[in-house]
């Protein structure tokens, strides 16, 4: 067995909300330059105009990262990072630590929980949770894997890649619409245009490597760190409700 064993009384909601704020804090402190990186190549090409006239050129995930470091100086991949993980603890919190919850709610006893509503439903945001939490029950009920480390890293990378894959056209589209001069686009609807006609629709997936190499390492430390923080935490509950 890899990790804590599950504990026999379910987390509590504070248990919870404490688990997924601390874990989705730690992910980012791991992550954060992948995504700063991430940004920098989504928006690396826009305007070729500017581009070819900008002396710093930014090449992979690595590349990105290390001229970053050299010419803006080495704390410049976490710019942003104390915000981040505000965010972080306030939000993922309530979106990691309530999904149970919401789920037990409208998923009716004795049913088979495939949460087909929820999946068409949900959110970008959401994306994850919701493949996280599809991939570990079937892992557990065909008996692929047992509720412990394993079964939570296959489950949390592939709710990384979905994620990627759902989250990377919004994503590209939301970058260069916050980070384009004024008056460049008239909306998000006209930069997907624009986007569409001049650099084709594969311009949807650009940065998809970093993307991918931030979202799934995040859901990867996210989820893992957050299923033994919530055994941890129940032990240490259980241990002062029951000393003796």
């Known amino acids: 067995m890899v990790g804590l064993k599950p504990s026999d009384v379910p987390p509590t909601m504070a248990v919870k909300f404490l688990g997924a704020g601390t874990a989705a804090c730690f992910a980012d402190l791991l992550t954060f330059p992948l995504d700063t990186a991430k940004v920098r190549l989504q928006i690396q090409g826009e305007n070729q105009a500017a581009q070819t006239a900008r002396l710093v050129q930014y090449r992979g995930v690595l590349g990105t990262i290390l001229t970053m470091v050299r010419t803006e100086g080495p704390c410049s991949p976490y710019n942003g990072l104390v915000a981040g993980l505000q965010r972080q603890m306030s939000f993922a919190s309530i979106r990691i630590g309530l999904y149970d919850s919401v789920k037990q709610v409208y998923t009716p006893k004795g049913v088979d929980r495939t949460l087909p509503n929820i999946m068409r439903n949900a959110i970008v945001n959401c ?19 047992t509720d412990n480390f394993p079964c939570h890293f296959v489950s949390a990378f592939g709710a990384g890649f979905c994620a990627t894959v759902v989250a990377s056209p919004v994503d590209v589209v ?9 008056g460049q686009y008239l909306s998000p609807l006209d930069c997907m245009i624009k986007m569409v006609a001049q650099e084709g ?11 991918f190499l931030r979202l799934g390492s995040w859901n990867v430390v996210m989820f893992v760190t957050y299923e033994q923080l919530k055994r941890a935490l129940m032990k240490v509950q259980m241990l002062r409700e029951c000393p003796f």
């Open 201 to 211: 629709p594969t311009a949807f997936y650009k940065g998809f490597t970093p993307s």
């Open 127 to 145: 994306a994850e949770v919701v493949t996280y939490d599809v991939l570990k029950e079937k892992l557990l009920d065909y008996h692929l894997l």
């Open 174 to 182: 939301k970058t260069r619409y916050m980070n384009s001069p004024p």
